[in-house]
T-cell receptor, first 111, second 116 residues
Framework: DAKTTQPTSMDCAEGRAANLPCNHSTISGNEYVYWYRQIHSQGPQYIIHGLKNNETNEMASLIITEDRKSSTLILPHATLRDTAVYYCIPNSGGSNYKLTFGKGTLLTVNP | GAVVSQHPSRVICKSGTSVKIECRSLDFQATTMFWYRQFPKKSLMLMATSNEGSKATYEQGVEKDKFLINHASLTLSTLTVTSAHPEDSSFYIC????????????FGPGTRLTVL
């Protein structure tokens, strides 16, 4: 699996957009970019994933650069409940695929 | 949809005893379930991959005789920590991939194990 680089921590004001970057310059052509988050003392929560095109769902938007070497997760209107560690995980998906969690970014949403 | 439950949420046991943790997919069937462990202030580490009806595949360094995994149905996998010791105290989390969505894992809420 490709290695990733994410900021250790970020702060965001409540109601503002939170933009979380991830570098994955060694990503393979068949690897998707997955984003999960983990709120303190809970199991991780799936957010979104994409291959080449930008993706959007009810939780977030995912912007992937054309060269696929980096991506940005966007939470359009951050709330206090979005405070969590966010993980960017390149993975080829499919049955039996393994997720390798790095250190992620601790996003703190402030009132 | 895609809800995974774990039971118990917390367990405290004495050293030398065995503890069983259940992982259930509530609204979907899962051929594959995964077991992770997370120590304080550390990231999740995959312990094993469990396929329904077959033996689990353990990651390097994880003792299969200590961490027994049973995946007897498409909605239930169990992890038994045998002869638990204080160093086994950790946060154990399972995940499952729906048959209809094998490229996504959904995680349970985790089980906090404390071994005295």
């Amino acid at each position: 699996d490709a290695k990733t680089t994410q900021p250790t921590s970020m702060d965001c004001a409540e109601g503002r957009a939170a933009n979380l970057p991830c570098n994955h310059s060694t990503i393979s052509g068949n690897e998707y970019v997955y984003w999960y988050r983990q709120i303190h003392s809970q199991g991780p929560q799936y957010i979104i994933h994409g291959l080449k095109n930008n993706e959007t769902n009810e939780m977030a938007s995912l912007i992937i650069t054309e060269d696929r070497k980096s991506s940005t997760l966007i939470l359009p209107h951050a709330t206090l409940r979005d405070t969590a560690v966010y993980y960017c995980i390149p993975n080829s998906g499919g049955s039996n695929y393994k997720l390798t969690f790095g250190k992620g970014t601790l996003l703190t949403v402030n009132p | 949809g895609a809800v995974v439950s774990q039971h118990p949420s917390r367990v405290i046991c004495k050293s030398g005893t065995s503890v069983k943790i259940e992982c259930r997919s509530l609204d979907f069937q899962a051929t594959t379930m995964f077991w992770y462990r997370q120590f304080p202030k550390k990231s999740l580490m995959l312990m094993a991959t469990s396929n329904e009806g077959s033996k689990a595949t353990y990651e390097q360094g994880v003792e299969k005789d200590k961490f027994l995994i049973n995946h007897a149905s498409l909605t239930l996998s169990t992890l038994t920590v045998t002869s638990a010791h204080p160093e086994d105290s950790s946060f154990y989390i399972c995940s499952a991939s729906p048959l209809s969505q094998t490229d996504t894992q959904y995680f349970g809420p985790g089980t906090r194990l404390t071994v005295l």
